[in-house]
């Protein structure tokens, strides 16, 4: 069975680091281009960034440049975002999401194949 799933959310004051994780499962992962995309109440789902499928290129929404890395493990089937220097605005619902075709910019959800259930990331004090 098909299956991305997301850990790592949780509640975080500003300043502060997470790291989300991406596991996948049932499908050829190392073929895939990995995006994550985020969500806050009322607003429109954002790509936040994409890693192609060898790991060796990356791409970022401006808002999370020099703050986020997107990293994966294809042995353990794992994509990871590294967050740092949280702002009360990267406050979302967060999906990892894989897409076949690779990284493309800007990243349009419509494109990816398969989703993840989201993790909650909350930045506040």
């Known amino acids: 069975q098909l299956q991305l799933v997301e850990s790592g959310g949780g509640l975080v004051q500003p300043g502060g680091s997470l790291r989300l994780s991406c596991a996948a499962s049932?499908?050829?992962?190392?073929?895939?281009?990995i995006a994550w995309f985020r969500q806050a109440p009322g607003k429109e789902r954002e790509g936040v960034s994409c890693i192609n499928s060898s790991g060796g290129s990356t791409t970022y929404v401006d808002s999370v440049k020099g703050r986020f890395t997107s990293s994966r493990d294809n042995a353990k089937n794992t994509v990871y975002l590294q967050m740092n220097s949280l702002k009360p605005e990267d406050t979302a619902v967060y999906y990892c999401a894989a897409d076949i075709e690779g990284c493309s910019w800007p990243l349009s959800p419509p494109l990816y194949d398969y989703w993840g259930q989201g993790t909650q990331v909350t930045v506040s004090s």
């Open positions: 049932g499908f050829t992962f190392h073929s895939y281009a």
